[in-house]
């Protein structure tokens, strides 16, 4: 699976858009691009994922570029509960979830 | 839908004694993981089970770990003898299926090994 690059820490105001960036400049055509987070003490959830083209849920949206080297996960609206690791991960369908080091996001009122 | 359940949330224990984890995942998921995350890096697959078969387990130092899933539902983690370096947090994760990335992960169960 390729190589993603993420800062390892992030500041933001409350009520303001976190914008998460992730960098994944080897990806291949069949490679997902996962988000997901980690609060202190909790296991790790999903947010969102996509392949090519930008998603949006009820927690965030994906933008991913036309080259597809890249990617950013955006909280709308980050609340002092949006402080959490953020993980980027791509994957094949077929591949099995590895994690980095993730970035460190803080919501500060 | 009720979420991965795992238990017990702390465990303390002396090295070279041995622990066990439990996890009970979602129902209907036939897919297990079970991950170990030390302090400051991200969770590290240790294994993989497809209903009570085991996928991969190419990362789990089988000399002192073992897991099982008996029945394709519950399963266990066991370390026996425990080192300092085991000293992480041991999350397990459910799936639905085999293929893609959307896991649903318990809370996970924190050892620390003196």
């Known amino acids: 699976d390729a190589k993603t690059t993420q800062p390892p820490s992030m500041d933001c105001a409350e009520g303001r858009a976190a914008n998460l960036p992730c960098n994944h400049s080897t990806i291949s055509g069949n490679e997902y691009v996962y988000w997901y987070r980690q609060i202190h003490s909790q296991g790790p959830q999903y947010i969102i994922h996509g392949l090519k083209n930008n998603e949006t849920n009820e927690m965030a949206s994906l933008i991913i570029t036309e080259d597809r080297k890249s990617s950013t996960l955006i909280l709308p609206h980050a609340t002092l509960r949006d402080t959490a690791v953020y993980y980027c991960?791509?994957?094949?369908?077929?591949?099995?979830?590895?994690f980095g080091k993730g970035t460190m996001l803080l919501v500060s009122p | 839908e009720a979420g991965v359940a795992q238990s017990p949330r702390y465990k303390i224990i002396e090295k070279r004694q041995s622990v066990a984890f439990w996890c009970n995942p979602i129902?209907?998921?036939?897919?297990l993981y079970w991950y170990q995350q030390i302090l400051g890096q991200g969770p590290k697959l240790l294994i993989q089970f497809q209903n009570n078969g085991v996928v991969d387990d190419s990362q789990l130092p089988k000399d002192r770990f073992s897991a099982e899933r008996l029945k394709g539902v519950d399963s266990t983690l066991k370390i026996q003898p425990a080192k300092l370096e085991d000293s992480a947090v041991y999350l397990c994760?459910?799936?639905?299926?085999?293929?893609?990335?959307?896991?649903?992960f318990g809370s996970g169960t924190q050892l620390s090994v003196l």
């Open positions: 994760a459910s799936s639905p299926r085999t293929d893609g990335g959307k896991l649903f």
């Open positions: 129902s209907g998921h036939a897919t």
């Open positions: 991960i791509a994957l094949t369908g077929y591949s099995t979830l590895t």
